[in-house]
C-alpha cells in the first residue's frame, strides 16, 4: 500500500484548498472595498486607508475557513459538481460574513459603519470567488490525475450486474479520481466493462494478498445481499492494509446509513471502515494537541518534580514507569508513567490494574485516583507517539491475542493512541470488557471531530476533579 498517496496526497490538497479559500475570501473583501468607495458606483465618504479595514479582512477570512471546517470542507477535497460547490461556498462565506460581523460589534465597533457597507459586496464576492477557486483546483486535480498523481487504486469485490454498474460510473467519473485496478469474484473470470477488458485478480478469499500485490487503496463491495458475516470477513482482511472499505448497500441499509457524499457520480456508497481524519483534520488535531500539552507540561512541571519526589519517598524504585505500547499503525513506543506499583510488579505477569491492586502502592492509587500518574505521557504527546484524545496503548502481547478475536480490532491503530478516550470516559478502563473498549473505539476513530475532542477532554478534567479516575 503506497501509504503517501493515502493520507500525505490528502493532506497537501486539503491544506491548499484551505490556503485558496483565505486568499480568495481576502480578495473578495478587498475587491469589495474598491468596488464600494473607490469606484464611484456608491455615495459615501471612504475611511481614509483600507488598512483600517484590514483586520476585519483577516477575520472575514478566518472565519470563513471556520465555517469550512464546520462543514468538514478540509477532511478531504470535494470535487463534486458546480451547483454543489457554489452551495457548500453560500453556506462557509455565509458562516464567514456573520463571525466578521459579531468581532466588529464587539472588537472592532469605530469600523461599524464602513463595514456595514462593504460586507454585504464581499459576501456576493466571496461566494462567487471561492466557489470559483475550488473549481479552478478541481481542474487542477484533475490534470494532475492524468498524470498519475493523487489517483486512488481501486478494487471491485462482485463481478454481477451491480460491480459492472460500478466499474461504468468510474470509468465515467470525469475527475479521474480513481483508477479500477480489477475486481474479485467467485465465479468469473473476466469481464468486459464498457468498451474495456478487466481481469478478475482472484476470489474473496484472496483479498488481502491483492490488496498488498496491487497497491489497493479502495475496496467497493458491490454484492448488496452480502452476509453480514461475510462482510465481517472482508473488514477483517482489509483492517491490516491502509484501504478504506465502500459498501453498495442493499434498500435497508440505504436507510439507516450515512452515504459518502460525492461517492462515485452519484452511486449511493456507505463508507464502513473510514477514518475521519484526513488531511487539514489531522493537522489540526495534532495542532491542538501540541498547544495543550506544552502548556499544560509547563504549569505542571513544579507539581509533577514533587510527585515524583513523593513517590520515591514512599517506596523503593524509580519515580517514572516505562512500559512499551502499540500506537499508531502499530509502531511500538515507549510509554511514560509515574510508578504506582511496587518495583517488582511484573513478575506477576501481564495483568489489568483491578480495584484494591495488592501490587499498588499507597502514593499509587492516589495518583491513579485523579489521573496523575498519565501526566508524563505528555512528553509522549509532544513527540508525537500519542494525541490527547484517542484508543488507549496496549501492550504488544494483547495487541497481538486481541487481532485475532475481534474483529476491525486494528482499525483503532489507524490513529494515535491516547492519554484519554471515549471509551475511558464512559468508565471503560482497566479490566473492562475488550470488546465493549473495541467498540467506542472504533466509535471514535470514524466519527471524529475537534467538537468531539474537547467534549471528551472536559469529561475527562470532570472525572478527575471527583477522583474517579480508577
Do not use: C
Request: net charge positive.
Amino acid at each position: 500500500m503506497l501509504i503517501w498517496t493515502q493520507r500525505n496526497w490528502s493532506g497537501l490538497v486539503s491544506t491548499t484548498s484551505l490556503g485558496a479559500d483565505v486568499i480568495t475570501v481576502a480578495l473578495a473583501f478587498i475587491a469589495a472595498y474598491y468596488v464600494r468607495y473607490r469606484f464611484g458606483w456608491f455615495d459615501g465618504p471612504p475611511p481614509n486607508r483600507f488598512l483600517f479595514l484590514a483586520p476585519v479582512a483577516v477575520g472575514f477570512a478566518a472565519a470563513t475557513v471556520i465555517g469550512g471546517l464546520s462543514m468538514g470542507m478540509y477532511s478531504r477535497f470535494r470535487t463534486a459538481g458546480p451547483i454543489d460547490r457554489v452551495a457548500r461556498s453560500v453556506g462557509m462565506v455565509t458562516i464567514g460574513a456573520l463571525l466578521a460581523v459579531a468581532a466588529t460589534l464587539f472588537v472592532f465597533t469605530d469600523r461599524l459603519e464602513p463595514v456595514r457597507n462593504v460586507m454585504p459586496i464581499a459576501w456576493l464576492l466571496g461566494i462567487a470567488f471561492v466557489a470559483l477557486g475550488r473549481s479552478l483546483l478541481a481542474g487542477l486535480l484533475r490534470l494532475l490525475a492524468r498524470g498519475g498523481f493523487g489517483v486512488q487504486r481501486l478494487l471491485v469485490i462482485g463481478a454481477g450486474a451491480e460491480g459492472r454498474e460500478v466499474g461504468g460510473r468510474l470509468l465515467a467519473d470525469p475527475s479521474r479520481r480513481y483508477q479500477l485496478v480489477g475486481f474479485l469474484d467467485d465465479f468469473e473470470s473476466r469481464l468486459t466493462v464498457g468498451e474495456r477488458d478487466f481481469p478478475v485478480l482472484g476470489t474473496s478469499a484472496m483479498l488481502s494478498d491483492v490488496i498488498a500485490e496491487h497497491e489497493i487503496d479502495k475496496v467497493v463491495v458491490a454484492i448488496p445481499s452480502l452476509a453480514h458475516e461475510d462482510l465481517l470477513t472482508i473488514l477483517s482482511e482489509v483492517e491490516a492494509s491502509y484501504a478504506d472499505v465502500w459498501l453498495l448497500p442493499d434498500l435497508f441499509q440505504l436507510m439507516v446509513s450515512p452515504v459518502v457524499e460525492g461517492g462515485v457520480r452519484g452511486l449511493p456508497l456507505i463508507a464502513v471502515n473510514e477514518v475521519r481524519l484526513r488531511g487539514l483534520s489531522r493537522f489540526t488535531k495534532r495542532t491542538l494537541d501540541l498547544a495543550v500539552a506544552t502548556i499544560v507540561l509547563v504549569l505542571a512541571s513544579a507539581p509533577m518534580l514533587l510527585v515524583a519526589l513523593i513517590i520515591k519517598l514512599d517506596s523503593k524504585g524509580p519515580a517514572f514507569y516505562v512500559q512499551t505500547r502499540v500506537g499508531r499503525d502499530g509502531r511500538p513506543f515507549p510509554i511514560v508513567k509515574f510508578r504506582t506499583m511496587y518495583s517488582g510488579a511484573d513478575e506477576y505477569g501481564q495483568t489489568w490494574t483491578v480495584t484494591d491492586d495488592p501490587r499498588q502502592t499507597r502514593v499509587g492509587r492516589v495518583l491513579r485516583r485523579y489521573w496523575i500518574d498519565e501526566l508524563p505521557q505528555l512528553l509522549n504527546v509532544i513527540r508525537g507517539d500519542m494525541s490527547l484524545v484517542g484508543p488507549r496503548p496496549e501492550q504488544p502481547g494483547y495487541v497481538s491475542r486481541f487481532r485475532g478475536e475481534f474483529a476491525r480490532y486494528m482499525v483503532r491503530h489507524r490513529e494515535r493512541a491516547g492519554v484519554t478516550g471515549w471509551a475511558q470516559v464512559n468508565g471503560l478502563r482497566g479490566d473492562s470488557s475488550i470488546a465493549d473498549r473495541t467498540r467506542y473505539d472504533l466509535y471514535y476513530v470514524e466519527n471524529w471531530s475537534l467538537l468531539f475532542d474537547l467534549r471528551i477532554l472536559l469529561r475527562t478534567l470532570l472525572i478527575v476533579m471527583r477522583g474517579d479516575a480508577t
